[in-house]
């Protein structure tokens, strides 16, 4: 699906270059910043979106990122491995045991002595806990778990812990943000720092964060996730791309929870 | 085509005479065969084709669906609630699969 | 871990350096294979299937809302809804609405058949939209008579494709 709709091409390069208007306005809905923030208020990338696409957000039924949710209920449900537990077995009730689970994630693992993000924490529960074989990144099982979960947290402000062991992995994540990659020689700053508010092309930059993910997107015609983003982002740069899972990717993970602590998990959101 | 789920919804109770909105959505990549994979080669089409929806056997309403058609299709219409049934959603795949969905409608 | 120490203030970037990006997208974006077949339908192929379709009749203004967004923040789900002036009457309904996109490399898009159970005439869905270009509604009434509305959709395409 991540080549859907090249026929689009053509016609947006006549498109182009149209951009660089202001049309961010200073009314959006913001919330304010966590201590030591380079930002003044945070405002989720729903605020940048049309209202059209805005709307297909808002509805939980014609939002098609429930046929996730769906998805990942019914996973959460299906015992799987040899020692045949389903989530629920450990976990019962998702909307209880996992409320609020999906917005404090990356967190540290003792076990790794690194952080790992929520996409990897349900894949050590199938290693280890269900003796099942892990979830490949952007499987629709995998994808489905992770926007169940993550759903569970709708509403619950991004509250990722900084300090204490996460703090070399907060660093790292920090200079991945800020370094500039790739031919365009562009860091993350330079689009969603600098220029948030403002047309590249005919896209409206947002802030970047990551509290809707995993998110449907309007150009995946599917859903998501950050790491999925992350490549895309860097890609468009033309810089390397990380691995899905990568400890180049943990670490801004990590870092953008931070950048976004108190916007409301959206999952799933609804993006262009 | 595996994993295909269907999403209906409709009121569960209608006055008669009202006009009920429907609306429904199910999980599809709708390949447009407009696209090329990575050897250049097109990629068949596969999408649903054909939508339709029936109140007690009657078709209330139905759509042909071509290439254009959004991945996971999205539907919403209207019926005239007269009396109380089942409706019945049916959606035909290019494949031959066809996939259903039934939904109750009391009519007070 | 080397400890880095990076400032959080904002990191300028020169609109020089945006247009650069926006720059190589478009050249990216030329580059992309256009989807096999003709590349893109015109009017005329619209104009010739309706007129197969509906017999000749010669298609009247009016009685058609066509609900688009006046630009599409992606060509992958554009929201379309059509609604039609119409008793709904057994003796006088609408008999079918189709859409067409002028400039997709095929141009049906939908086709919607009511019925006089179906209480008003009006159904929405989400259709694809190889850039801007007009979409075309065609109603057909129970009489025979048909009916036709246009509106034009801006297709943006994302600076940052991702």
């Given at each position: 699906m991540n080549k859907a709709l090249t026929i689009g091409g053509m016609a947006a390069a006549a498109f182009v270059i149209t951009g660089w208007s202001v049309g961010f306005s200073q009314d959006r809905p913001s919330v304010p910043p966590p201590e030591g923030s380079p930002l003044g208020e945070l405002i989720s990338g729903y605020e940048f979106r049309t209202p059209e696409t805005q709307a297909l957000q808002d509805d939980d039924f014609i939002n098609p990122g429930f046929l996730w949710v769906e998805n990942g209920e019914e996973l959460w449900e299906t015992a799987d491995g040899a020692a045949g537990k389903?989530?629920?077995?450990?976990?019962?009730?998702a909307e209880d045991s996992m409320n609020g689970v999906g917005a404090r994630y990356p967190v540290y693992s003792e076990a790794t002595g690194k952080p790992i993000n929520l996409e990897q924490r349900i894949n050590l529960c199938r290693t280890e806990n269900m003796q099942a074989e892990p979830w490949r990144w952007e499987s629709p099982e995998l994808l489905g778990m992770m926007t169940f979960v993550r759903y569970q947290s709708r509403g619950v402000p991004v509250a990722v812990e900084i300090d204490g062991p996460m703090q070399p992995f907060f660093e790292a994540g920090r200079e991945f943000y800020y370094q500039r990659r790739g031919q365009l020689d562009m860091s993350c700053a330079s689009c969603h720092e600098a220029n948030y508010g403002m047309s590249l092309r005919a896209d409206m930059l947002s802030?970047?964060?990551?509290?809707?993910?995993p998110t449907y997107r309007l150009k995946w015609q599917g859903v998501g996730s950050l790491h999925r983003r992350f490549r895309g982002c860097n890609q468009q740069v033309r810089a390397d791309r990380f691995g899905y899972g990568s400890d180049e990717y943990i670490n801004l993970e990590l870092y953008l929870a931070w950048r976004g602590m108190g916007l409301p998990v959206e999952t799933p959101a609804v993006r262009q | 085509m595996a994993g295909v789920r269907p999403r209906v919804r409709v009121p569960k109770e209608a006055a008669k005479g009202e006009v009920v909105e429907i609306k429904t959505l199910i999980s599809h990549q709708m390949e447009s065969g407009q696209r090329r994979d990575s050897k250049g080669e097109i990629i068949p089409r596969q999408i649903i084709n054909t939508f339709t929806c029936t109140f007690n056997g009657d078709e209330v309403f139905s759509a042909d669906w071509h290439g254009a058609i959004s991945a996971n299709p999205y539907m919403q219409f209207f019926m005239t609630a007269e009396e109380s049934g089942t409706f019945e959603f049916t959606w035909k795949d290019d494949d031959g699969s066809v996939y259903t969905e039934t939904a109750e409608l009391t009519v007070n | 871990m080397a400890q880095v120490r990076l400032t959080t203030r904002t990191v300028p970037v020169t609109r020089r350096e945006i247009l650069r990006f926006a720059g190589i997208g478009l050249i990216a974006a030329a580059a992309v294979p256009l989807a096999p077949g003709r590349a893109s339908a015109t009017a005329d192929d619209v104009s010739a299937i309706v007129a197969e379709r509906f017999g000749g009749a010669e298609p009247k203004e009016g009685r058609i809302d066509l609900v688009l967004p006046e630009i599409a923040e992606n060509g992958n789900t554009v929201p379309v809804s059509v609604r039609i002036d119409s008793p709904m009457t057994t003796n006088d309904y609408v008999k079918s609405v189709s859409i067409f996109a002028?400039?997709?490399?095929?141009p049906e898009v939908a086709t919607f058949r009511f019925t006089p159970r179906s209480g008003v005439a009006e159904a929405s869905t989400r259709m694809r939209l190889a850039g801007t270009q007009n979409v075309v509604a065609v109603a057909q009434m129970s009489d025979g008579s048909v009916y036709m509305a246009k509106k034009e959709v801006k297709v943006t395409i994302g600076g940052c494709g991702g």
């Open positions: 389903s989530c629920e077995s450990c976990h019962g009730d802030q970047g964060h990551s509290n809707g993910f | - | 002028e400039g997709n490399p095929l």
